[in-house]
């Protein structure tokens, strides 16, 4: 048995860091336990459900009853607080039991461990029907869709800056890979609400009223993802084997956007370092 205490970050960190251990038990049988889930655990009910993981403090009751957020802030306290964290000594004392996942993400998926993944990782069927619906005539055209990750909220503020983009850059963005790569149609998924009319010009379209899991499937129903680097959209290229294009630099990118699949946390498929 391993109880993982995951990484503090947001929703795709701990995906990486939930699959790094996943793989432990399809190769030596281990029960995988997870004290502090993740907010979006309903939306993945394969993964919520499965005999081999478990979940000792998941109440769907609670979870609704005083928010998730909450209610997972009051189970972590009983380890972590601002005066104590037992998490690093329960590590350290117990390391055959305790886990600290995000020291243990850099690994490499079989065909297998991968397949039985995007199948854990499988959305409610509402999720996908709205998806799916949204996308049928999408993908009656001929055209390229391409997914465009705009991450904003935390990025003002992240590494100065550096990967916030205004959406007058996104917009050049789209322009450009139309340019380079032929007519497309884009889906914009955002983790915040903007004006669609900005892209009025373009063939874009977003999903009315959709979650971060909604936007998630659809880009890994895409045939390219463009965004600036993020576990969110580097997710969504490994489940769905779609091409992505890290903005790092928006000129370069404006000029010669290359698109490559994720095989693992740090490499695409090739074998080049995902770098940024």
């Not at 403090?57 to 306290?77: D, E, M, Q």
């Not at 890979?177 to 903007?194: K, M, R, T």
């Not at 900005?198 to 999903?207: A, D, G, M, Q, V």
């Not at 993020?230 to 091409?243: E, L, R, T």
Request: neutral net charge; contains cysteine; proline residues 3%.
């Amino acid at each position: 048995m391993l109880i993982l205490f995951d990484n503090e970050g947001q929703t795709c960190n701990k995906f990486w860091a939930y699959i790094s251990q996943i793989k432990k038990n399809l190769e030596q049988g281990i029960t995988l336990v997870i004290p502090f889930y993740d907010e979006t655990i309903d939306d993945y009910p394969r993964f919520r459900d499965c005999s081999f993981i478990k979940f000792p403090f998941y109440s769907k009751y609670l979870n609704k009853k005083i928010g998730i957020k909450k209610y997972n802030r009051h189970l972590a306290s009983f380890v972590h607080s601002r005066y104590y964290d037992m998490r690093g000594w329960l590590i350290n004392t117990f390391p055959r039991i305790f886990v600290n996942a995000w020291d243990d993400h850099n690994v490499t998926y079989t065909n297998v461990e991968k397949d039985f993944i995007k199948e854990l990782f499988t959305p409610k069927l509402e999720i996908i029907e709205s998806v799916d619906s949204f996308f049928k005539s999408l993908k009656s055209d001929a055209r390229s869709i391409v997914g465009v990750h705009i991450r904003w909220g935390d990025y003002r503020k992240f590494d100065n800056g550096k990967y916030f983009f205004s959406l007058e850059i996104y917009k050049q963005l789209c322009e450009s890979f139309i340019l380079q790569y032929g007519d497309a149609v884009f889906v914009i998924c955002s983790n915040e609400a903007i004006s669609m009319d900005y892209f009025s010009s373009l063939n874009c379209f977003s999903i009315s009223n959709g979650s971060a899991t909604h936007d998630l499937y659809a880009l890994s129903q895409c045939n390219y993802i463009i965004g600036p680097p993020s576990s969110y959209s580097k997710w969504a290229s490994f489940i769905g084997n779609v091409p992505l294009h890290f903005v790092c630099d928006f000129e370069k990118s404006k000029n010669n956007m290359s698109f490559k699949i994720v095989r693992d946390y740090d490499f695409y498929q090739d074998g080049t370092i995902i770098e940024y």
